[in-house]
């Protein structure tokens, strides 16, 4: 099936400008000396501009307002845009070309960031990353991908069934995902948007978990068909699966690292799982020492390899970070008091998507690792969304 994007009047949610505040006797060093540049946005075209302005307003170290003495002025021809400041300590230039509209919003955004954030070294953040996320806007979960600037909305699957845990593949040109509609049993598919879905990994009789794609194209996976969860590796298509880590207890959520050496992963008894790290080779497991009872959810770092990310319950849900060099383990400053869980880091190395849950739903959030920033990246007109996985440009 094709890719199809939402009804237009959700597209246009998407893109209402970021609220601006204005600001009195504004004092840049004032913003700076937190690591966090204020800025205002003029542009030529309107609404182009109200769609940077809704990929900035993601970031922890960007704030948009009114009045700001720092101006970044858009200007924008067809798919070719120039951003520029004349402040004399964040000056810069710079012209993007994008693919179409919305690859153009994300390359400026960019473009900003970087520009502005010389002195801290900022990274690219926007066009590097796509977000897979499973949706009950239809009524019945599925699976659908996004971009940081919310300017477009894509629907996967179309199922009407359970679906679930969307994993990028390495190079972006598929998410796989875990569907019962074909058998009633979980089975792993793959999808580009054309065509039928492919079978990935199918006729098993039994728990099955996302599958987790390393730098090499191979898969890794849970399943329960020899008893217990175990973490399997198969080829790209689910060609020759092998147990690689089996235990007692339950093995699931495998992460590899970086270079596709080892994983992360959850195991432990049922209720009180733990952080492991263990040899894609297969092998004994490794345990990391977290300070919580409850760990889950391990998602590594891919600009970092020394860090990774973990969901904890410590009364409700929270995101904790472990340094591996140092074994030091911290918990994400996030300024939300409400439950934060299943991160998948962005090609900064330093933003995060994560499902936010209330007692009755929950959304994707953009999470700021450095200042704890929280926003807000699907629309509530989109229900209850939860499970991002980003796919970044290695």
């Not at 006797?25 to 030529?44: C, M, Q, R, W």
């Not at 996302?210 to 329960?224: K, M």
């Amino acid at each position: 099936m094709r890719l199809l994007a939402l009804c237009s009047f959700l597209c246009l949610s998407l893109v209402a400008p970021a609220q601006d505040r204005v600001v009195v006797n504004d004092s840049i060093e004032g913003f700076t000396s937190k690591g966090i540049i204020p800025v205002t946005l003029v542009s030529d075209n309107a609404t182009f501009g109200d769609q940077v302005r809704v990929a900035l307003g993601v970031h922890g170290a960007i704030s948009l307002q009114a009045g700001s003495s720092l101006r970044v002025t858009l200007s924008r021809t067809a798919l070719t845009a120039t951003a520029a400041c004349d402040n004399p300590r964040f000056a810069f230039q710079t012209s993007v070309e994008g693919r179409d509209e919305h690859d153009l919003i994300l390359q400026v955004a960019d473009a900003i960031v970087v520009g502005l954030g010389k002195r801290w070294q900022l990274k690219p953040l926007y066009a590097g990353t796509k977000v897979a996320f499973v949706s009950r806007y239809s009524g019945k979960p599925e699976i659908y991908v996004t971009n940081l600037a919310r300017s477009r909305v894509l629907q996967l699957t179309r199922y009407q069934s359970s679906t679930n845990s969307p994993r990028w593949s390495a190079d972006g040109s598929r998410v796989f995902f875990v569907t019962s509609y074909r058998t009633g049993f979980p089975e792993i598919f793959s999808s580009n948007g054309i065509g039928e879905a492919s079978k990935v990994i199918t006729n098993v009789r039994g728990a099955l978990g996302g599958a987790s794609s390393g730098p090499d194209g191979r898969i890794a996976f849970a399943s329960s068909s020899k008893g217990t969860m175990d973490i399997f590796v198969a080829g790209p298509r689910g060609e020759a699966p092998r147990l690689v880590v089996g235990t007692d207890g339950v093995d699931s959520d495998p992460c590899w690292s970086p270079d596709g050496s080892r994983f992360a992963l959850t195991s432990g008894p049922l209720g009180r799982p733990g952080i492991y790290l263990a040899s894609s080779a297969g092998g004994g497991l490794k345990r990391v020492a977290t300070g919580f009872g409850y760990s889950t959810e391990p998602r590594w770092n891919p600009v970092q390899p020394n860090q990774i990310v973990f969901t904890y319950q410590s009364g409700g849900l929270g995101l904790g970070l472990i340094d591996l060099a140092t074994e030091i383990v911290t918990k994400l400053p996030a300024v939300s008091a409400l439950n934060l869980s299943h991160a998948s880091w962005c090609a900064d190395g330093r933003h995060l998507v994560a499902t936010q849950a209330s007692a009755s739903t929950g959304w994707l959030a953009v999470v700021d690792s450095v200042t704890g920033k929280v926003t807000r990246l699907s629309p509530s007109s989109m229900g209850d969304c939860s499970e991002p996985d980003c796919w970044v440009r290695r």
